[in-house]
């Protein structure tokens, strides 16, 4: 069953918006030891963004520099369930080993759980990779619903959801309708506390690419049944975690992790950049933390 801690790693550009795989590399050389594995291509990955041929890259430059035994999950999601398909393919060919996949949204009054459906259900059988269903709508604006995801959770090939709603109420449907083997994973760092309690297995979690150790350590008490320590990272680290998500977006991860002294470039346009007075902002935010960083954050 997939668990553990996977940072959705951003994809450097330059500040001329080119790609920066020695960049990408390096980041993920100095995560790897925190955490279990990484997502690719993902929300935060800028993916959107990216060419067919730069994905590609992507995903190369990032299977060479991940260590043995650490996972790579590539995000395939797109509008088109052919495009999906391919993107299987081609992640597969590059070394990935799940796949991480959004729903079509661009015709969202068309998206109803039988079209969503009957796409996961076609793209799960040409997959040449397990994959989990990806709920995330502040970017999608659809939600899948309980009762969809109970429908594909007994579909050969997906194994789980990563559930980025933070919304614990309709965590908590889905997983009383889905059987236990069905992994879910949260997405939503200010929330990660309540969703292992229902049963998470696992966190895709943007913070945790500028502070992986806090949550590590949050899902080890809360497995230790160390619920107050757990807590108390839980509540100091919000505030951060609402920083690079919530605030401020991709660029705030970009640019926390800049402050951190490590490789992560710049947004592509039309992203902009942080202002000076986000980047004191975040830099504060930051500098109200390093008693606990100093310790081991990483």
Request: with cysteine; net charge neutral.
């Amino acid at each position: 069953m997939l668990a553990g801690l996977f940072p959705p790693v951003p994809t450097p550009f330059t500040a001329a918006g080119d790609l920066d795989l020695p960049a990408l590399q390096a980041l993920l050389t100095v995560l790897a030891p925190e955490v279990d594995g990484f997502v690719l291509l993902g929300s935060n990955g800028e993916a959107v963004y990216l060419s067919e041929a730069e994905r590609c890259e992507v995903l190369r430059a990032a299977k060479a520099a991940i260590p043995a035994g650490k996972l790579l999950i590539a995000g395939t999601g797109g509008e088109a369930t052919r495009q999906v398909i391919a993107r299987h393919e081609q992640a597969a060919a590059l070394g990935a080993d799940y796949a991480l996949v959004l729903p079509p949204h661009y015709y969202q009054g068309q998206m109803t759980d039988e079209a969503l459906a009957r796409h996961y259900r076609a793209v799960a059988a040409a997959s040449p990779l397990p994959l989990l269903l990806y709920n995330f709508p502040a970017n999608t604006t659809i939600s899948l619903s309980p009762t969809l995801v109970a429908r594909l959770a007994g579909v050969d090939k997906v194994v789980g959801l990563k559930d980025s709603s933070g919304n614990i109420g309709a965590l908590t449907e889905i997983v009383r309708q889905i059987p236990e083997s069905f992994t879910v994973i949260t997405g939503n760092a200010p929330t990660l506390l309540p969703a292992l309690s229902l049963g998470a297995k696992g966190a895709i979690l943007a913070v945790a690419n500028v502070a992986p150790r806090p949550y590590r350590d949050i899902m080890q008490h809360f497995a230790n049944g160390q619920l107050p320590q757990a807590r108390a990272l839980q509540l100091r680290y919000n505030p951060l975690a609402l920083a690079v998500t919530n605030r401020y977006g991709v660029a705030g991860l970009k640019a926390a992790l800049r402050l951190r002294g490590l490789p992560a470039g710049y947004p592509r346009a039309p992203l902009l950049d942080l202002t000076a007075e986000q980047q004191s902002d975040l830099a504060a935010l930051l500098a109200s933390l390093d008693g606990l960083v100093q310790e081991g954050a990483w």
